[in-house]
């Protein structure tokens, strides 16, 4: 499977931004599909994942409340609607996907298997 963020700009404080996780070379079916983040000169964090059939999702306290995951109607792509931006969100955002296994709590963050090469979201003030 190969993964692409794709969405990533410039936008200004308060502002939003859509994210969007293509896959090719499969759909996802009972894969769990997440976002993560990283800034410059800090570990990447994880904000937000979900089972593709839309029954789970998970979100950290960093994505709580602005941030949406959410799935396409086509089995291929997977969006992070991101709201009230903050200079702080500048990073490279990145979407990952695993086998299917069964997360739950911060294990929603973990052991992921296929990664795209990340889009990069500035928000100036």
């Known amino acids: 499977v190969q993964l692409q963020a794709s969405g990533g700009g410039l936008v200004q404080a308060g502002g939003s931004l859509t994210l969007s996780c293509t896959a090719s070379?499969?759909?996802?079916?009972?894969?769990?599909v997440g976002w993560f983040r990283q800034a410059p000169g800090k570990e990447r964090e994880f904000l937000a994942a979900?089972?593709?059939?839309?029954?789970?999702?998970y979100y950290t306290d960093s994505a709580k409340g602005r941030f949406t995951i959410s799935r396409g109607n086509a089995k291929n792509t997977v969006y992070l609607q991101m709201n009230s931006l903050k200079p702080e969100d500048t990073a490279v955002y990145y979407c990952?996907?695993?086998?299917?296994?069964?997360?739950?709590?911060?294990?929603?963050?973990?052991?992921?298997?296929?990664w795209g090469q990340g889009t990069l979201v500035t928000v100036s003030s």
């Open positions: 990952a996907a695993d086998q299917g296994r069964l997360k739950t709590g911060r294990g929603w963050g973990r052991e992921y298997d296929y």
């Open positions: 070379g499969r759909t996802f079916s009972s894969n769990n």
């Open positions: 979900m089972h593709w059939s839309g029954g789970s999702r």
